[in-house]
């Protein structure tokens, strides 16, 4: 389920694009997630617990303002995984003129935002040593402290071929 880099569910999740002054508005983290918890929800009852369920989600939006940062894209990992999510697929989000409301546009790859250096100073969340590649890491690394895991289960599910359908 995509919640990342301007789809529709991203437009719920990150202040900078929610507009709304509904139940879905800016007014805290379970109200941006809402939606995606109640696609989730819905998801597993129709197709059962056991049906997989990936949410991909900003784990950070640099410069743009109000962008979702690394301790919200936390937070809503931990209510969707609550909801019934099986797996988080974190993303950043790197626009050009992020300021501006207006003129900025995003780009989905990071190699393009970082060539030939990064166009502004990154904080400790960001990785750019590497061009773009693997840059978003240490989100993904913070957002994985966040939630609870199995982290047997896929290698305990390969050892025992009768598990692997349920995990994949």
Not at 144 to 154: D, W, Y
Request: hydrophobic fraction near 40%; aromatic fraction near 6%.
């Amino acid at each position: 389920m995509n919640g990342a880099t301007n789809h529709l569910l991203n437009s719920f999740l990150s202040r900078a694009w929610n507009r709304r002054r509904d139940a879905s508005g800016c007014g805290s983290l379970e109200d941006r997630a809402g939606i995606v918890v109640g696609i989730t929800q819905e998801v597993k009852r129709r197709n059962g617990r056991d049906f997989a369920v990936i949410s991909l989600i900003n784990g950070i939006e640099p410069g743009l303002k109000n962008g979702i940062t690394v301790e919200e894209s936390s937070g809503i990992a931990r209510i969707l995984q609550s909801a019934g999510a099986d797996a988080i697929e974190v993303r950043g989000e790197f626009y050009s003129r992020p300021q501006d409301d207006v003129l900025r546009d995003s780009t989905h790859f990071p190699g393009v935002y970082f060539y030939p250096e990064s166009p502004e100073a990154l904080d400790g969340a960001l990785d750019g040593s590497r061009h773009g590649a693997r840059v978003t890491l240490p989100v993904a690394a913070a957002i994985k402290k966040a939630v609870s895991r199995e982290p047997n289960m896929i290698v305990d599910a390969i050892a025992d071929g009768s598990r692997i359908a349920r995990v994949i």
